[in-house]
């Protein structure tokens, strides 16, 4: 990553498709952000797990990555989460307050329960390349999250506690970048005035 500098840092936004491992490298031979992004010297600032969708920020300023990984520069994160069953307001009030889990409890989030599939520019979100485990018995419900702490797989460990266990987890925005104007598996480099708004914000 290269050092600070007076030269314009250069962000991109990218829709992660599922099953891909968010760096450029992997000794398993496993789908990387090498398979979509072919800009040198940017570095994905943050993680989303494998089986995790949705965007990712990546940068070659030092100085960005860390105000989007350090905890100390807390920021909301916004993911849509398809969950077992339909959450009652009780549920959805435990994922506001805050869920005691392994590692402590979770900080207040905002949570709301979304009427359908959500949408990108007006379209549905397409099906997941690999099918979500459904059982016909059993109903699904999608749930917007925004968080301000990024703790290893805390959405899942979330719905989980209160007796929902996440299907499908899609990362919606990262502050004010969204995935509006993307589709799957595509990148857009960050125009100047929205990578130094972001770094400002």
Do not use: C
């Not at 450029?24 to 989303?48: C, H, K, N, Q």
């Not at 207040?108 to 018995?137: C, F, M, N, Q």
């Not at 266990?165 to 598996?185: A, D, H, K, Y």
Request: charged share 25%.
């Amino acid at each position: 990553m290269r050092a600070e500098s007076s030269d314009p840092m250069r962000v991109l936004r990218f829709w992660k498709p599922y099953g891909v491992l968010t760096k450029f490298t992997d000794a398993e031979g496993r789908p990387t952000l090498s398979d979509y992004i072919d800009v040198p010297g940017v570095y994905a600032a943050g993680r989303l797990d494998m089986d995790s969708e949705g965007l990712l920020l990546l940068t070659d300023s030092g100085a960005l990555n860390a105000r989007l990984t350090q905890p100390r520069f807390a920021h909301p994160r916004s993911y849509w989460a398809q969950v077992e069953r339909l959450p009652d307001e009780s549920a959805l009030q435990r994922l506001r307050d805050g869920v005691t889990l392994k590692d402590g409890l979770t900080l207040p989030a905002k949570v709301s329960l979304l009427p359908d599939t959500p949408a990108v520019s007006g379209v549905p979100l397409p099906p997941r390349s690999v099918p979500i485990r459904e059982r016909k018995s059993v109903p699904t419900a999608w749930l917007q999250l925004t968080l301000t702490e990024g703790r290893n797989r805390q959405v899942r460990r979330m719905t989980a506690a209160v007796g929902h266990p996440t299907l499908r987890l899609v990362r919606w925005s990262i502050g004010t970048i969204t995935l509006e104007g993307l589709s799957e598996g595509e990148w857009q480099m960050l125009d100047e005035s929205a990578a130094r708004g972001l770094r400002r914000w």
